[in-house]
Structures are given as structure tokens and as C-alpha cells.
């Protein structure tokens, strides 16, 4: 089977697409890797990011990898907080800080319209491959569900009546951008 190292130190992400790729990639996270350390996400853009996360690992080990790089893109924000979404409300934020942030600043906003969108670059033999997952919805004036991390409480998919919070991890990985992002890359590696 093919083995990728997945440079993040995100547990939740390792979670989700080692399911997604369960049964035709070998999903190795930093830790099981043996590599420690802050990855670099210092670019502008969510490619530019994935990029320097991916190539931060293929330096260190020459081994086949890939990093992912995910904005949430708000309409009424102008597409903030965008490559920002980590660290909207400041560092170190939590992801409560930044979902109250996102609330407050659209307090009395009718237009609720968001998505989310992830890159994914692979390096394999030294190559760069990008894949991009994206998903339309709205923002929610209030938590719902206590799945999965990040914005998911808030976030609720278009033709769903549920946030990303309240459902289950294969069907939040049936239809999200980081789902639709593996599901390229997949495409693309069974096709080897
Ligand atoms: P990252 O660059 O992929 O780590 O994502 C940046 C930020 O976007 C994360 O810190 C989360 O706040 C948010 N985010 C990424 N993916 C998701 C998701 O699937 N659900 C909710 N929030 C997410």
C-alpha cells in the first residue's frame, strides 16, 4: 500500500482522512514519522500555504507527502477570514474565540452566505500535485452540535437542516471540502 505522510499536527484531520483513505493509502501522521516541530504556514493564500506545510516535510524526509490547507470563506466578510481562519480572533485563539469573533462580526448580517475550501498539495518524487475540495453553506446565528472542531458548529451545508457538528464523521466526509479534496486526491492515486 502506498504510504503518504499527512503533515499536520491536527488529530481531528488525521482522524478524517485516514478514513477517507482507508484501504488504499497509508496515512502516516508527524509524530508517527518522528518529526517534531512548528510547520511554517506563513504564505497568503491556502495553495501557498499547503505548499510550504508539504514542503517542510519532503525536506526532512524525501518521503512521499501531502499538507492541506482550509479557509473559511465569508460572503458579507469579504472572504474573511480566508487563509486567516486559524488564528481569526489573534494567536493561540481557541476555536471558541474564534467562532465568537465570527458571530459578533456578523451581528444583524441577513447575508449568512459562506464556504469552506481546501487545497491539498502531494509531493510525490519530488513533484507537486494540487487538489480542491469546496462547500457552500450558511453561517448559523448559533452552536449547534458538538462533532467534529473548528467552525463546525456554526457551519451548516446547503440542502442540509444540520451543521457540520451535527452529523456524523462520514457523512461531514461525504460532502466537505477537505472530503471532496481527498476524494480528488484519491482519484488520483488510484489511477497510478
Ligand atoms: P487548516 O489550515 O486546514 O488548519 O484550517 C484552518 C482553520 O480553518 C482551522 O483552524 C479551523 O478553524 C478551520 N477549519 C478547517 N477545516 C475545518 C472543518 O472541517 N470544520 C470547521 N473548521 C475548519
Request: proline share 3%.
Amino acid at each position: 500500500m502506498k504510504r503518504l505522510i499527512f503533515a499536520t499536527n491536527n488529530k481531528h484531520k488525521v482522524q478524517e482522512v485516514r478514513a477517507a483513505l482507508q484501504g488504499h493509502v497509508e496515512v502516516v501522521s508527524l509524530s508517527e514519522a518522528g518529526l517534531e516541530g512548528e510547520i511554517p504556514e506563513t504564505a497568503n493564500t491556502l495553495q501557498g500555504n499547503a505548499l510550504q506545510k508539504a514542503q517542510w516535510v519532503w525536506e526532512r524526509t524525501h518521503t512521499d507527502c501531502f499538507a492541506d490547507d482550509t479557509g473559511l470563506e465569508v460572503d458579507a466578510l469579504g472572504g474573511a477570514p480566508g487563509v486567516y481562519s486559524a488564528r481569526y480572533a489573534g494567536e493561540h485563539c481557541s476555536f471558541n474565540d474564534n467562532i465568537n469573533k465570527l458571530l459578533h462580526a456578523l451581528e444583524g448580517t441577513s447575508n449568512r452566505k459562506a464556504d469552506f475550501r481546501t487545497v491539498i498539495c502531494l509531493i510525490e518524487n519530488g513533484e507537486q500535485h494540487y487538489f480542491e475540495g469546496r462547500v457552500d453553506g450558511q453561517i448559523l446565528t448559533e452552536r449547534h452540535g458538538t462533532e467534529g472542531f473548528g467552525y463546525d458548529p456554526v457551519f451548516m451545508p446547503d440542502r442540509f437542516a444540520v451543521s457540520f457538528a451535527e452529523m456524523p464523521l462520514d457523512v461531514k466526509n461525504s460532502i466537505s471540502h477537505r472530503g471532496l479534496a481527498v476524494a480528488k486526491l484519491k482519484e488520483y492515486l488510484e489511477a497510478q
